[in-house]
């Protein structure tokens, strides 16, 4: 199979690596790509917003499947465009992709199909906005409607920090994300990831993990694309999985079939866990950013063979099988991040941090004269495995500390919650 795999992060470095290990692969290409996802395919200048000059291309070159990792090309509808040109795709049509572009489509889907999430309203001005704010009381969630690359979401402790959100919103902060506010009511509990694949018809449950959003050590300081994570989170025991299946995952097939948007592709959801059971927080309709990472470490089958069955509508009849182990992955990211990183530094150790099973994926890499240079806000994702958490988080420190990159910083406490449930058994 020839295949072409959309995108330059961590997550598309890890979904590299797993489909060229595929006995069915014979061409990968990636566009744009790192000097990671070089390692393992072809790089190829090409503008993904320009979805012709990507048929073009797919036509050219014969390609058998696009992969596509981020969600901003499936939001501007790339899947609908290749399928028109008949390129097999996985990854969901752009108004399947409202799931995760639109929060308030996401928020009156769940509300017509009785899916358990946070009581919201939805606001196109100011004015009624704060009245709702006002008459609910803090703690409370604001966010802008639409993609703000993970940006748009305030958790509001006090009315203040709520009004100012709003203001924020309506100033246009986030551009037209911001035009359209959902407010929310706080959620208490656990947060998990959750993923399916999906092929409109069929969920497949695809493994759960648990991120690390908040850049400082103990969760605190601004949120981030996700500082590590680690799989399989030991909240989501079987019993979850199958009441997330039946109350949130499998209703939303249903839902999005009968708007006549069925939904393929990887369905993300985010999670809040608590002793009342799963509520959904949020979806992406894409991998995670880096549980994707951990998510390739521990999938024991054919990754090309379950994207095939996905882009076929052939997931009833597939089945997937996981390592046993924890796969824990650290990331390491510029100064500077989640504001402005520091572009350009050498990175030295890379080869000698990637033995003995630990994989270091790019996440925000450049070649400059010859050197590995930081590009990136996120740059490395450190990925270990281990028999608990603990052993992997321990790998994957050690392996870390190999590297030799002082204008790098990561946080040193990645599965804390996790380690001290094992040690407190
Ligand atoms: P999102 O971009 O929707 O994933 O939100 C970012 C983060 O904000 C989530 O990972 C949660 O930690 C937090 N969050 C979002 N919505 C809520 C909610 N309703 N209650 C509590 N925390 C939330
Ligand atoms: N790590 C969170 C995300 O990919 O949205």
């Known amino acids: 199979m020839r295949v072409l795999l959309i995108g330059s992060g961590g997550r598309e470095h890890a979904l590299a690596w797993k489909i060229a290990a595929s006995p069915l692969l014979t061409k990968l290409y990636a566009a744009p790509g790192n000097p990671g996802i070089g390692q393992e395919a072809e790089l190829v200048t090409l503008d993904i917003a320009d979805h012709a000059a990507v048929a073009r291309f797919c036509t050219e070159k014969k390609i058998d499947l696009v992969v596509v990792g981020p969600e901003g090309p499936l939001v501007a509808g790339i899947a609908d465009d290749l399928r028109a040109a ?247 990211a510029a100064r500077g991040y989640p504001g402005t990183p520091e572009k350009g530094s050498v990175i030295r150790g890379v080869e000698e941090a990637a033995r003995d099973g630990v994989e270091v994926f790019h996440a925000g890499t450049a070649i400059n004269s010859g050197a590995l240079v930081a590009n990136g806000g996120r740059v490395l994702d450190i990925t270990a495995t281990g028999g608990t958490v603990g052993e992997a988080q321990k790998r994957a420190y050690a392996a870390l500390d190999r590297i030799d990159w002082p204008q790098g910083f990561c946080r040193r406490d990645i599965g804390w919650q996790a380690v001290a449930r094992e040690q407190a058994r």
Not at 105 to 114: G, I, V
Not at 153 to 168: K, P, Q, R, S, Y
Not at 305 to 324: E, K, P
Request: hydrophobic share 45%; glycine share 12%.
């Open 86 to 332: 008949d390129i097999r795709v996985f990854g969901p049509s752009r108004a399947a992709a409202r799931l995760e572009g639109s929060k308030g489509f996401t928020k009156d889907l769940c509300a017509k199909y009785d899916i358990p999430t946070a009581a919201y309203g939805r606001f196109g001005d100011l004015a009624s906005a704060r009245a709702y704010v006002e008459k609910m009381g803090a703690p409370i969630v604001i966010k802008a409607d639409g993609l703000a690359a993970g940006k748009g979401v305030t958790v509001a402790m006090t009315l203040t920090e709520a009004l100012a959100a709003l203001d924020a919103c309506f100033e246009g902060s986030f551009g037209k994300a911001g035009a359209e506010v959902v407010v929310e009511e706080f959620l208490v509990g656990e947060e998990a990831s959750f993923f399916c694949l999906c092929d409109g018809v069929t969920a497949l449950p695809f493994g759960t993990a648990q991120d690390h959003k908040r850049v400082g050590d103990g969760d605190v300081g601004p949120n981030t694309g996700g500082m590590g994570a680690y799989s399989p989170a030991p909240v989501m025991t079987p019993e979850m999985i199958d009441c997330t299946m039946r109350e949130i995952v499998e209703p939303t097939m249903r839902g999005m079939a009968e708007l006549g948007a069925p939904f393929s592709g990887v369905l993300f959801a985010g999670l809040m866990i608590s002793d009342k059971g799963p509520k959904l927080i949020e979806y992406n309709t894409r991998f995670g950013d880096p549980e994707c990472q951990v998510l390739m470490m521990r999938l024991k089958d054919d990754l090309l063979v379950l994207l095939n069955a996905a882009a076929d509508g052939q997931l009833a009849h597939t089945s997937v099988r996981w390592r046993d182990e924890t796969a824990l992955t650290v990331v390491m």
